[in-house]
């Protein structure tokens, strides 16, 4: 009954994860067909963005005035500066670190006793100790080491992009706490890029850009997870076998 049950299962698994397959193979000599347009907020897994916004400002205009009070434009700078605005943060890093360590240590010991005369208590000690041994090379003990140890490290990353970051914070100092997500989906691998970091106001340029290094206590994580991702990484048993092992 019980392996009835699990060969239930397993058809049914197999069943559904061909079910893709199928639809393919009945679409075999035809054109893609375009996806319906949906409203997106219909559409299931869909959920509201919350994002930092700054606090309500009213609006009110002058009198004889063609133009709002706390308007964002018309000669008026627009670089970020308070939360809810986005910057543009310019990704350039071209690290390389080469290292190389060596190390040789060597150490010999010898030691050696003889007990030729005792007060002519040696004969006495002959018949005491065993027939094999010889006073005159009582004791003699001789120890080396020697250890040699090289290490080296040749390193170089190169990371080159553009993400826009919002603000989501505004220090007492002026200075505004950013963070930036981008996700990149090709196949069945996706692509994650995060930067966060701290940022002056007069580090952002005219153009709303900030390079990466005028970040203070930046962030910067470039990888990804997919299948690919996955095959390149080993196993959880031999991960696991890695840390626990001592040898």
């Avoid at 509201?48 to 008026?76: C, D, H, I, Q, T």
């Avoid at 020697?146 to 989501?168: L, N, P, Y």
Wanted: charged content about 25%.
């Amino acid at each position: 009954m019980q392996f009835k049950r699990l060969f239930i299962a397993a058809l049914a698994t197999v069943h559904l994860g061909g079910c893709s397959a199928f639809d393919r193979l009945g679409a075999i000599g035809e054109t893609p067909k375009l996806s319906a347009i949906e409203n997106p907020v219909m559409q299931a897994g869909y959920r509201p963005v919350s994002m930092p916004m700054p606090v309500p400002e009213k609006v009110s205009y002058s009198p004889n005035s063609l133009w709002r009070n706390g308007a964002r434009a018309f000669f008026e700078d627009q670089r970020a500066r308070r939360v809810g605005d986005i910057l543009t943060v310019l990704v350039e890093i071209t690290d390389k670190a080469e290292l190389e360590n060596s190390t040789k240590r060597g150490r010999d010991n010898s030691e050696s006793a003889s007990i030729p005369k005792l007060g002519g208590w040696e004969d006495l000690l002959k018949k005491v100790l065993p027939k094999d041994v010889d006073l005159n090379d009582f004791v003699n003990a001789a120890s080396s080491s020697k250890s040699d140890g090289d290490g080296g490290i040749d390193r170089e990353e190169t990371i080159t992009t553009k993400i826009a970051a919002v603000v989501t914070q505004v220090l007492p100092n002026g200075n505004m706490v950013i963070e930036g997500r981008q996700e990149i989906r090709v196949n069945y691998e996706m692509r994650e890029l995060i930067v966060a970091g701290v940022v002056r106001p007069e580090d952002i340029t005219s153009v709303n850009t900030i390079p990466i290094s005028k970040i203070a206590e930046a962030r910067v994580s470039y990888g990804g997870r997919g299948q690919i991702t996955d095959v390149q990484q080993p196993r959880y048993g031999q991960q696991f076998l890695d840390i626990v092992l001592p040898f």
